[in-house]
């Protein structure tokens, strides 16, 4: 079994005017992106800022293979089903959990 951990940051185009239109962004990209991969994804910091945002990503698999599979759709779903948002760098770390 893998336990994978990603930490994306990600800088917002589209000009956000308060923190909840950032809100909303993220909120709404998150349930679809839980919805299609079965993962945890929250905002792990930067808050407080319009134009930037670091969210964190963790899953389980069974195959080292498919580990590197999941984050490369997650990133091309966050692509087309956000172009607003530019993915600016992806810090990963996946650990293998032994019986």
């Known amino acids: ?4 951990i990603f930490k994306i ?5 589209t000009g956000c005017k308060n923190l909840k239109e950032k809100r909303n962004i993220l909120k709404s990209m998150f349930a679809r ?3 299609k991969f079965n993962i945890s994804i929250s905002e792990v910091s930067q ?3 319009l134009s930037m945002t670091t969210i964190g990503i963790a899953y389980i698999t069974n195959d080292s293979k498919k580990n ?3 984050i490369h759709e997650i ?3 966050i692509e087309i089903f956000r172009p607003d948002l530019t993915i ?3 810090i990963s770390d996946s650990i293998k959990i032994e019986n």
Request: charged letters at 20%; proline letters at 0%.
């Open 1 to 4: 079994m893998y336990s994978s």
């Open 9 to 13: 940051n990600i800088e917002i185009t």
């Open 33 to 35: 992106i839980r919805q």
């Open 47 to 49: 808050h407080k800022s």
């Open 68 to 70: 590197e599979i999941i």
């Open 75 to 77: 990133i091309k779903f």
């Open 88 to 90: 600016l760098n992806i």
